[in-house]
């Protein structure tokens, strides 16, 4: 398995659903920053489960214990480890897995994989409960960048064919990104929080699950950041936002739609403005040129699949018995993963810039 990633900061996380906990090892952190741990709480508060119908109703405790690396609040340089306690285990819901694995899953993959060793309570080490990991140290490099002036947020763009306003990729503020990552269901337009809600209800009632879309922005970051070919901040992003489970596609700016423009539909004009500061009039490749942060704010979006445990009865195969069978699954469930994967989103992002600015 390969869960550490990044260059000058590193994450290393580990753990599965039903292990006794989950955690993060992270190295190369600045020594001396404070870290607020309410503000941490905060984030991780937005992704835990069991909120409401757009959940699982599983209820999952989200405190972290930090075990080195954190004294008095300030980061000494040592490497920052935490872990998560796993305390509301069902194990007795996936026993049948290993015989026949889930549609949509990663049951049958895995068990090719590593031959069968494969944890399969709860999804293992591919469950979504992993992301509290992530979470968890988004929150720490959230604080650090936010010193240097860098803020992060995102909305629930769509669900299904429910959009959301998307945010304004030249004019968006640091006050609305940080409205946004202080909310549990965030989206720019009321209206749309309230479509979106229903369409997610009416999958659940259906034992059905839906996808959707995460628009998250980065304000401050400045021009000039970023290591073409293959360190370049689409790269960077790229590399980590495909970790996060259920994440199927990463569009930068326009991404694909630009596919679709000319030229002179699609290149952001330069202009000085009142400060002598270069900015765009048009922010189509979503502040990054040739890899490299143009100063812009830098926007992307992260498609979720639907969640693929649904209890509606699926075609598989039978592993033990070489023939074709059924499966309906039973355990809790999201019906959409979409709401609580928005602070997993921000935090990959959070990660993924002070790796860069480091
Ligand atoms: C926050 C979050 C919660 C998730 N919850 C569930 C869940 O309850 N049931 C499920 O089958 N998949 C859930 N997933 C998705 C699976 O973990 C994921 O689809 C699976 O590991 C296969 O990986 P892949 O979709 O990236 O191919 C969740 C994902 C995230 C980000």
């Not at 899953?105 to 992993?130: E, P, Q």
């Amino acid at each position: 398995m390969s869960s550490t990633w990044g260059e000058k900061v590193k994450i290393s996380i580990f753990g599965g659903s039903h292990t006794q906990a989950i955690g993060v090892v992270m190295d190369g952190l600045p020594a001396g920053e404070s870290i607020d741990m309410n503000e941490i709480l905060k984030q991780m508060a937005r992704r835990a489960p069991g909120k409401d119908k757009t959940s699982t109703s599983r209820k999952e405790n989200d405190e972290p214990q930090i075990l080195s690396g954190l004294l008095d609040g300030v980061l000494t340089g040592a490497p920052l480890c935490a872990i998560i306690a796993n305390t509301n285990q069902h194990s007795k819901d996936y026993s049948g897995l290993k015989v026949t694995p889930r549609p949509g899953h990663a049951d049958y993959t895995a068990s090719i994989r590593y031959n069968g060793a494969n944890d399969i309570r709860g999804g293992g080490h591919f469950s979504g409960r992993l992301t509290a990991c992530l979470v968890f140290a988004g929150a720490v490099c959230r604080q650090i960048l936010q010193r240097k002036g860098v803020h992060i947020g995102a909305h629930v763009y769509s669900i299904g064919g429910c959009f959301d306003t998307p945010l304004d990729p030249v004019g968006v503020t640091d006050e609305q990104l940080n409205d946004l990552s202080s909310c549990y269901f965030p989206t720019v337009s009321p209206a749309a929080e309230t479509a979106m809600r229903t369409l997610i209800e009416e999958k659940r009632s259906a034992l059905d699950s839906i996808g959707g879309i995460v628009e998250c922005a980065v304000t401050g970051v400045p021009a000039g950041i970023g290591d073409p070919m293959f360190g370049g901040v689409e790269n960077v992003l790229a590399h980590i936002l495909y970790g996060i489970p259920a994440v199927k596609g990463v569009e930068f700016g326009d991404g694909f739609a630009a596919a679709q423009y000319c030229g002179s539909e699609n290149n952001d004009a330069f202009y000085y403005d009142d400060d002598g500061t270069v900015r765009t009039r048009t922010n189509h490749c979503g502040g990054i040129l040739g890899g490299i942060t143009t100063g812009m704010p830098v926007i992307f979006r992260a498609a979720f699949k639907p969640t693929p445990s649904i209890a509606r009865t699926q075609e598989t195969v039978n592993l033990q018995t070489g023939k074709n069978d059924t499966l309906s699954i039973v355990g809790r469930h999201d019906p959409c993963v979409v709401p609580r994967a928005v602070p997993v989103v921000e935090a990959a992002a959070a990660i993924a810039l002070l790796d860069l600015l480091s």
